[in-house]
């Protein structure tokens, strides 16, 4: 069997008394789509945030290819996190797009995809205009480079997100709820973009309520409940005939709400 892209092995992770993630093995291999459900609080986000290298395990490994990342090694054997320059460039294989979009109100479009080519990768003005508008061209978004994020509507923001977290020619995807942050009418055009990623091949993690998303691009499902991995199955099997009581009362609560 082929390494896994992305691995977190026994991950724990605290906030004050609260265990929120309680020694969780997760992977996505090369190519493949993971969708995360849970509950609020449930950990699964938390997950996505250390697996980017936002946050800082209190417990566990997270293996990139496996190599582990995020920290360093003594010749003890003790390891530190590295420092944030370091982390900096460890993130560049590790695309991640938030609920909230997340762009620099004072850039434009264009301004907000090449940043981290010019500023991270040390990649010259001219080849980062190039490879940004590219991006932003495959989600749909090359008629608006000179515009500013407060001059697009939530879909179009979350787009070029997207391109942003594309750019650097990530390994692997990380989604934290793409859509909750919009407007009915606006999700498709997101999902749209998503689902094209995944058919092109790109390895992806997605933590969402879409649930018809799920089931159509997902390779597997799984359920995060009170910061252990309750279920993980392909999505027939997750949503037609899932194994645990807590999974048919979660996926019982989803379809009383209407997704």
Do not use: C, W
């Not at 026994?10 to 309680?22: A, F, I």
């Not at 498709?188 to 159509?216: C, I, N, P, S, Y």
């Amino acid at each position: 069997m082929s390494t896994p892209v992305l691995q977190a092995v026994d991950l724990h992770r605290r906030y004050g008394d609260t265990e929120v993630l309680k020694g969780v093995d997760f992977s996505v291999a090369r190519g493949e789509v993971k969708a995360l459900l849970g509950p609020s609080g449930s950990g699964k986000s938390t997950i996505l945030r250390l697996m980017a290298l936002l946050e800082h395990p209190d417990g566990g490994e997270i293996l990139l290819n496996g190599k582990q990342v995020g920290v360093s090694t003594s010749s003890n054997g003790s390891t530190r996190r590295l420092p944030e320059r370091h982390l900096a460039v460890q993130r560049r294989d590790i695309g991640m797009v938030f609920q909230r979009f997340n762009l620099f109100a004072h850039l434009d479009v264009l301004r907000n995809v090449t940043l981290a080519l010019t500023e991270v990768a040390g990649m010259s003005k001219k080849d980062a205009v190039s490879s940004a508008e590219a991006m932003l061209e495959r989600v749909g978004m090359s008629d608006r480079l000179q515009h500013y994020p407060s001059e697009l509507s939530g879909g179009q923001q979350q787009r070029v997100a997207i391109a942003r977290a594309l750019v650097t020619n990530p390994s692997v995807m990380l989604f934290d709820e793409p859509t909750s942050a919009l407007d009915p009418e606006l999700v498709g055009e997101v999902l749209e973009v998503m689902e094209g990623l995944a058919d092109a091949g790109m390895t992806m993690v997605v933590v969402t309520h879409e649930t018809r998303f799920a089931r159509r691009v997902a390779d597997e499902v799984m359920l995060f409940d009170g910061g252990v991995m309750v279920e993980q199955a392909p999505p027939n099997q997750f949503f037609d005939d899932p194994r645990h009581d807590r999974t048919r009362q979660f996926l019982s609560h989803l379809r009383g709400v209407g997704n």
